[in-house]
Structure formats: structure tokens, C-alpha cells
């Protein structure tokens, strides 16, 4: 490394939100002779601290005004932190001009974030966008040659480490590593104020996408071991997997959060006050779910449905785990269990299962809600809005000669609930609250009944039932049937009506052979593609 790299900490500026480490990292500091500048509360903790610090209104010559909106926002702040060392012309100026340089900046904003999350008001949220501390931080950023910026308390350290080993000054790597991640942090603190004030307009312009947050975690790996992959918290505040508390188990993998996010957003259909509701996901698809009078009940249903396939799965629950629950899962290999609690029963017979990793979110995830579903594609990012589509019965339409009954009616409303979060093509039969049979991922309409009605037979085999569940089933279609044979097939199955979007050219020729099989058939109006 060249000398030239090394550059002395003398002089260093704190202004911190979260104070939660300062004065032990700012006594390492002073002890090490570097001059400490404040601002505000921060200076005031310094102080209370029984440390030595300068206020910077004693640099800038004002006082903060404004309930502390201008304080920062001063040539001779922001000349100490862009001045470059090496140009004399800068130099000049700054001794022309009573600068001080500043060689190392710590800063973190105001929560903002956290602000939005806990559902305060626009006004309220207004008033925690930090101003000075981004042009701070970009100013320090920019000039990493020559200054260190540090945007979280424990970038401290690394920094603190560097001046114990290079005599006082830190080197070009550690400081450009920290203005990267300086220009992260403001770049994801807009992204959150965009979105919030995005929320608050009738026609979101959107003509730029932004989208940014905190690193929650480094994976190990993603979906293959050559891949690298990494867990980011964003702004929305919604239960979920990412803000889930992770209370036993081992570390998550790229693919555990994957399929724990899509059991979790499917269990949350299911209100907890009307029904016990249980979810089996294997692979990012429904291998089973099912309504209970108990948690437990719902499980069993659930796993009966396809005990095959939910080796190894996921199960998400809608109410707070008990014991009876968790003593049915301890008998089965789950990856991970995922529910908005647990009581202190379940945890105990749980930890029996140390392997098994148990996610508690605290609620469920708000199925109406507002959001943004992303992909990546080359060169570019594919955005849209969450699938938020639900569908009532007064809602269906009935095109067959033969209307659905009450209890078909349930049925249909269930098996449409899950078809939702099917992989495209995709089937879904159900009976009595229960998942019988699920196709999923299929090249055509027809091969996901036909993959539906083998799950729903390897079902009954493995369960000893004399008949398939798919006997006096409804049956789902995510998308309209673009031909009569896909119908045909569920009437041999046994389905006794059917629930479609509707819409295609032939969906006469469809109705006629569900007319033909003594089928009840609704069309919603409403497609659920889910690629």
C-alpha cells in the first residue's frame, strides 16, 4: 500500500439519530487525539459523556435555526469534507475562507424508515426526511480520497480498527468500501421517501422504479451452491418472512425463504377468525391445504392431501402454533414452520426437531395490500402490482344450466383461493375445505387436470382411501379452458362443478360438455396467471 493511501483521522464530525454506541466509539476517538464536532442531541450525549467536543455552529458562525432544519448546511461543513487535500487551489481556499478539513464523518439519518413502517401519517413522515445528512454523507462519499464516511454506528469500528493499525489513518480501501456503502444508504433513504409520497398521489408517475434497503442477511448460497445470494429488508411494512423472528433451527437458504414466503402469502388468505387454515409448500407450489376446526386438524388435512410431495415442505399456519399442532409436524420432516406465534408449549416440542427452523411473524400478511412484485430480466426489471384479486360468490357468474349448490359453492370459492397461488398452468380440485389434488407449471391446460388427478390417486393410495378426493371435488382453473377436453378430464375425475375465468373463444363448446357431464360451472371475470 502507498503512503500516499494513508490519510490521518484529525478531525472527525458526529451527528447520529441512533446513538445507541456513541460514547465508548467517540472516546476512542478523542483518546486517540482526534477533535470531535456536533451537532444537536448528539453533542449533548458527547457532553454528558464527559467528552470534549466542538460545536459546528462555532465553525459555521450560526446557530441552528429552524427546529434544527439548517444547521449543517454551511460552506465551511462542506468545503472541510470536499476539499481536495492535493490541490492548492482548495487549499487556499479553505485557509482563505477559515475552513477546517474534516477527515472522518459519522452520520446516520433519521429514521425515516421505520417512520413509514409503523403507519404515521404523511405529515409526520415529512418531518423525518433528513436533509443535512444526505448532503453530508455525498459530500464525504465523493470525497473518500480523503475522507472516511461512516453511515452506521458499527462502520465505526472498521474504521476505529484501520487507526490502530496504520498509526491514526485509515487507507484508500477501507474508506472507498465505506463510500460505496454510503451512496447504498441514501440511495435506499430516497427510494423509501419516493414510495411513501408516491402512496400519498392518485396517479403514481413511476417513471423511474426505485427500491432499496438494508442487508438483513448473507445466505450461503442461493437457489445452486455456485450462486450468490443475499436477504434485503424494503420499506413495506407487511408481515412476513423478511421481518420474521427466527426462534430456533438452522440458518435459512435462499430456496427456505423462497417457498416460506409462498406458504406464508397463501396461509394469510384464510381469515384466522372464520377458519384454522393450514399450507404445505414444496418448490414454490401448494402440495396441500386445508381448513380445520383446530390447527392441528388443518395440518393433518393438509398432509394427507399429498404425503408425497410435502416431504421435506413447508407448512405456514394462520393462528398461533399450539401443542397439539406442533406434536403433528414433529412427526413428519418439515424444513420450516412459519406462523404469526407459537405458544411456549409448541416451542418446547419443537426443539425436539433442532434441524427444523421455526419463523414467527407476528401477524399475517394483509392480502389486500398494496405492493410491487419484481423480476429481473436482461438488461432491465419487470414491475407490477401484487395480485390482489379476490373474488366473492356474488361476484360468479353461472353459465351451466345446473347452478352450484351450497356446499359446491364452498368449495369453489376454497379451491379459487388456492388456484390463486398455483405455479401457471394451473388445477386445483378440493372438497370439504381440503386441498385433493393440485397440477401446477404445465405447458397446457389439460396435462395440469391430468397431473391433478394422478396427485389426488397417489393421495388415496398412500392414505388407504377407497377413492380419490377429486370424487364430488370442485375444480379450479387459474385461466380459461381454451378447449372442452380439460373439462372432460375433471368430469372423469369425478369434479362436480367447475370455477374459470371465462373468455375464450370457445367457451360455449366448453359449457356445452360441462352441460353434457351434469357440471355447475362459474366463470369470475378474473384471471390468476402466476409465472
Not at 472516546?27 to 450525549?45: F, I, K, M, N, P
Not at 421505520?114 to 418531518?127: F, H, N, P, Q, V
Amino acid at each position: 500500500m502507498a503512503d500516499t493511501d494513508l490519510v490521518a483521522i484529525r478531525r472527525a464530525l458526529i451527528s447520529v439519530s441512533d446513538k445507541t454506541g456513541l460514547a465508548e466509539r467517540a472516546r476512542t476517538l478523542a483518546d486517540a487525539g482526534v477533535e470531535l464536532v456536533s451537532t444537536g442531541g448528539t453533542l449533548q450525549a458527547l457532553r454528558e459523556a464527559g467528552l470534549e467536543a466542538r460545536d459546528v455552529a462555532d465553525i459555521t458562525g450560526y446557530p441552528e435555526m429552524m427546529d434544527g432544519r439548517v444547521k449543517t448546511l454551511h460552506p465551511r461543513v462542506h468545503g472541510g469534507l470536499l476539499a481536495r487535500r492535493e490541490r492548492e487551489e482548495d487549499l487556499a481556499a479553505m485557509e482563505a475562507h477559515g475552513i477546517p478539513a474534516i477527515d472522518l464523518l459519522v452520520v446516520n439519518l433519521y429514521p425515516f424508515e421505520e417512520t413509514a413502517r409503523s403507519g404515521a401519517g404523511i405529515d409526520a413522515c415529512i418531518e423525518k426526511i433528513d436533509v443535512g445528512g444526505p448532503a453530508m454523507i455525498r459530500a464525504a462519499a465523493k470525497n473518500h480520497r480523503h475522507v472516511a464516511v461512516c453511515v452506521d454506528m458499527r462502520d465505526l469500528d472498521k474504521v476505529l480498527e484501520a487507526m490502530a493499525r496504520h498509526e491514526g489513518s485509515t487507507p484508500l480501501a477501507v474508506r472507498r468500501h465505506l463510500a460505496a456503502k454510503a451512496f447504498a444508504r441514501t440511495a435506499a433513504y430516497d427510494s423509501a421517501i419516493a414510495g411513501r409520497l408516491e402512496a400519498e398521489t392518485e396517479k403514481p408517475a413511476r417513471s423511474w422504479f426505485t427500491l432499496g434497503g438494508p442487508r438483513l442477511q448473507k445466505l450461503r448460497y442461493g437457489e445452486n451452491p455456485h450462486q450468490d445470494a443475499t436477504l434485503y429488508a424494503t420499506p413495506e411494512a407487511r408481515a412476513g418472512v423478511a421481518s420474521a423472528r427466527q426462534v430456533q433451527g438452522k440458518e435459512l437458504s435462499f430456496n427456505n425463504i423462497a417457498d416460506a414466503d409462498a406458504a406464508f402469502e397463501l396461509v394469510s388468505e384464510f381469515d384466522p377468525g372464520t377458519c384454522a387454515a393450514a399450507v404445505i409448500i414444496k418448490h414454490a407450489n401448494p402440495c396441500g391445504a386445508a381448513q380445520g376446526e383446530s390447527l392441528a386438524a388443518a395440518y393433518e388435512r393438509a398432509f394427507a392431501a399429498d404425503p408425497l410431495s410435502a416431504f421435506g415442505g413447508i407448512a405456514a399456519f394462520n393462528r398461533p402454533l399450539d401443542a397439539a399442532t406442533a406434536d403433528a409436524i414433529s412427526r413428519n420432516f418439515t424444513e420450516v414452520v412459519i406462523a404469526p406465534d407459537a405458544e411456549d408449549a409448541a416451542l418446547d416440542i419443537l426443539s425436539a426437531r433442532k434441524n427444523v427452523r421455526v419463523l414467527l411473524t407476528g401477524a399475517l400478511a394483509d392480502p389486500a395490500a398494496t405492493g410491487w412484485t419484481l423480476r429481473s430480466v436482461a438488461g432491465g426489471l419487470l414491475v407490477q402490482s401484487r395480485d390482489t384479486g379476490r373474488i366473492t360468490e356474488s361476484q360468479l357468474k353461472v353459465v351451466t344450466a345446473r347452478a352450484p349448490d351450497e356446499q359446491e359453492m364452498a368449495d369453489l370459492l376454497f379451491a379459487w383461493r388456492l388456484v390463486k397461488h398455483v405455479k401457471s398452468n394451473a388445477i386445483v380440485f378440493a372438497r370439504d375445505g381440503r386441498s385433493a389434488g393440485i397440477g401446477m407449471g404445465q405447458t397446457s391446460r389439460v396435462e395440469a387436470v391430468r397431473l391433478a388427478v394422478r396427485k389426488a390417486k397417489d393421495a388415496a393410495k398412500e392414505n388407504g382411501w377407497e377413492t380419490p378426493g377429486t370424487q364430488g371435488s370442485a375444480c379450479a382453473s387459474d385461466a380459461f379452458f381454451p378447449f372442452a377436453d380439460g373439462v372432460r378430464e375433471a368430469a372423469k375425475a369425478g369434479a362436480r362443478c367447475i370455477i374459470q375465468p371465462g373468455g375464450s373463444v370457445r367457451d360455449e363448446e366448453v359449457i356445452a360438455a360441462a352441460d353434457e357431464a351434469g357440471l355447475a360451472m362459474v366463470f369470475t371475470g378474473m384471471r390468476h396467471f402466476r409465472h
